[in-house]
């Protein structure tokens, strides 16, 4: 970390994750597979970043780029035979920031951009599971964002209105579906009725918007984990 200026600091982090294979990874092998073939799964990543204050303290900001490899990726292709070789990069730009409009007025959010690719080939029956070097991985949104407005309307009472944003992704290895994204709007109140005691109401999807927390592609058909409707939590909270 290298403080540049009294409220701008610059930062630069190298890290290695090692897993090592599980029993059953070792063990139960599947047809055409010897003993021997599986190790340690590991991923190498470095990340530079600025992060720090602007306007008096009323802009807070994080900016980070980041660049992953992971090694000996183990899993299960469609096949059933396990792949104890697999390779993936990841690199990508993430970014926070909370600006205070006024005293009673903030508004903060985070955004993120990435490209997750496979970095090795995997031939299979399935057309639709046959990863090629390059592909994009499954399930993986290039880009994520939530933006946040919070007013603190009264001493007592404070009111939220957030955006959440997932974007497009493909639903399977061979890049052949997509999942288009979605939009989810949410809301929430708080009542403090008093230093310890508070009412609190979340209102999730306020457009009742039809979206999937996960699309993928199953047995040839495309397959949704339904999101939440429009609905709503009242509870109270309180410390002691």
């Known amino acids: 970390i290298w403080s540049v200026a009294e409220a701008t600091d610059l930062y630069a982090n190298y890290a290695r994750g090692q897993r090592a294979p599980q029993a059953s990874d070792l063990y139960r092998l599947q047809s055409l597979q010897v003993a021997g073939q599986v190790e340690e799964e590991t991923l190498d990543s470095v990340e530079i970043g600025a992060r720090g204050n602007a306007l008096d303290g009323r802009l807070v900001y994080d900016v980070a780029a980041y660049w992953m490899e992971k090694e000996n990726f183990f899993f299960r292709d469609s096949d059933g035979l396990n792949v104890p070789d697999g390779a993936t990069e990841h690199k990508g730009v993430e970014a926070s920031t909370a600006f205070e409009l006024t005293p009673a007025l903030t508004v903060s959010g985070s955004a993120s ?17 046959t990863i090629r070097d390059g592909n994009e991985i499954d399930t993986a949104p290039e880009w994520l964002a939530n933006v946040s407005l919070d007013w603190q309307a009264t001493d007592v009472i404070k009111l939220s209105l957030n ?27 708080a009542w403090a009725l ?38 709503a939590t009242l509870g109270m909270r309180k410390t002691f």
Not at 169 to 184: E, I, L, Q, S
Not at 202 to 226: M, Q, S
């Open 113 to 129: 951009w990435s490209d997750q690719t496979y970095a090795f080939d995997r031939i299979t029956g399935s057309g639709t599971e």
């Open 163 to 189: 955006v959440d944003h997932v974007g497009e992704y493909f639903v399977d290895p061979a890049n052949t579906t997509t999942y288009p994204g979605h939009t989810v709007l949410g809301a929430r109140g």
């Open 194 to 231: 008093s230093e310890t005691t508070e009412l609190f109401l979340i209102v999730r999807n306020l457009t009742d918007e039809k979206y999937a927390d996960r699309a993928d592609l199953a047995f040839g058909n495309e397959r949704y984990f339904p999101g939440e409707p429009l609905n």
